[in-house]
C-alpha cells in the first residue's frame, strides 16, 4: 500500500521539498557537488584510519575468499564442491546471529568490537 505524504508515520526530512530547495534540509549544500566534497569525510583523522583499515581488512577476506574458491576448484574441478564451502561459510553466521544480540546488549561495544575484530585476524 502507497503511503501519502501526509501520512505521520514518514520523518519529515524524508520528504522532497516542495518549493524545490534542498538548503533546509542539506544547510551546507552549496548548490553543486564536487570530488573534494564527496572525499570530504576523510579529512577526520579517526575516519581516515578505520576507513583504511576496513580498505585492508576487506581486501584480504575478499583474497582469502577468492584463494580458497580456486584452491577447491584446483583440488577437486568441481562446480559442486565450491558450492558446498560458500554454503558451510555461512553456517556460523547464521547460528550465531541469534545469539549475538543477547551478548551485544550484556557487553560493552567497544570490548565486542575489540573481541570479534581480533578474533577475525
Not at 2 to 9: A, E, L
Not at 35 to 47: E, G, I, P
Not at 82 to 99: K, M, R
Amino acid at each position: 500500500m502507497h503511503k501519502s505524504i501526509d501520512d505521520p508515520d514518514i520523518p519529515r526530512l524524508l520528504i522532497p521539498p516542495e518549493d524545490g530547495s534542498i538548503k533546509r534540509f542539506l544547510p551546507h549544500f552549496k548548490g553543486k557537488y564536487s570530488l573534494k566534497d564527496t572525499f570530504a569525510a576523510l579529512n577526520h583523522q579517526n575516519y581516515k584510519l578505520w576507513f583504511w583499515g576496513q580498505m585492508v581488512s576487506l581486501f584480504g577476506s575478499w583474497m582469502q575468499a577468492t584463494a580458497l574458491a580456486y584452491f577447491i576448484y584446483e583440488l577437486t574441478h568441481s562446480p559442486a564442491f565450491l558450492g558446498y564451502v560458500g554454503f558451510a561459510s555461512g553456517i556460523p553466521a547464521w547460528i550465531f546471529t541469534f545469539y549475538a544480540g543477547a551478548v551485544a546488549d550484556r557487553f560493552e561495544r567497544r570490548k565486542i568490537l575489540i573481541f570479534t575484530q581480533s578474533g577475525m585476524m
